[in-house]
């Protein structure tokens, strides 16, 4: 069964440049626009997940980037907010509530007395082996729709674009 493409509010926003400055080529806003509003909504969808598990997107974000390291699941926050794209700043208010759940604890790094190591305690670890199981349940449903081979083709463009935005520093 092919996916046939249904016409879309980005559709409408393009018809309107169109009238409006026929002189102007607004096609970025196609792809750009799209990307955009998909973003939007499945955030809407993963936070009505997260939210079962009484947890926000940051909060998820968080326990899964310590979940994803292996035992002992132990970050320094700078590995954490370097993953995460945060502010240390940020970083450190975070931890701070997570701290404040019970699902994190910091200690001293053995390797560096001047900072502090990031881990998951045994709810946090439980929680996001819970939460991340759900998570990509949900994740497999929002993409049911799609075919397996469309779903491919739309992962490799989203790479592709991604490599153009990502600045990598080597």
Not at 92 to 100: F, K, N, Y
Not at 141 to 170: F, K, S
């Amino acid at each position: 069964m092919e996916t046939k493409k249904q016409p879309d509010a980005v559709d409408d926003i393009l018809a309107q440049w169109k009238r409006e400055r026929p002189d102007l080529d607004a096609s970025p806003m196609g792809p750009i626009g799209r990307v955009r509003r998909c973003a939007a909504l499945l955030q809407r969808r993963l936070d009505e997940t997260f939210a079962e598990f009484g947890m926000t997107s940051w909060e998820f974000d968080v326990l899964a980037t310590l979940r994803r390291a292996g035992a002992p699941h132990c970050l320094a926050p700078t590995a954490l907010f370097s993953a995460l794209m945060i502010t240390s700043g940020t970083m450190t208010h975070r931890l701070q509530r997570l701290e404040a759940s019970g699902w994190v604890a910091r200690h001293p790094n053995p390797n560096d007395a001047r900072s502090m190591l990031v881990q998951l305690t045994d709810a946090g670890l439980a929680l996001i082996n819970r939460a991340v199981e759900a998570h990509v349940e949900n994740e497999h449903r929002i993409l049911a729709p799609i075919e397996a081979g469309d779903l491919a083709v739309l992962n490799e463009y989203l790479a592709m674009l991604l490599g153009v935005l990502e600045v990598r520093e080597e």
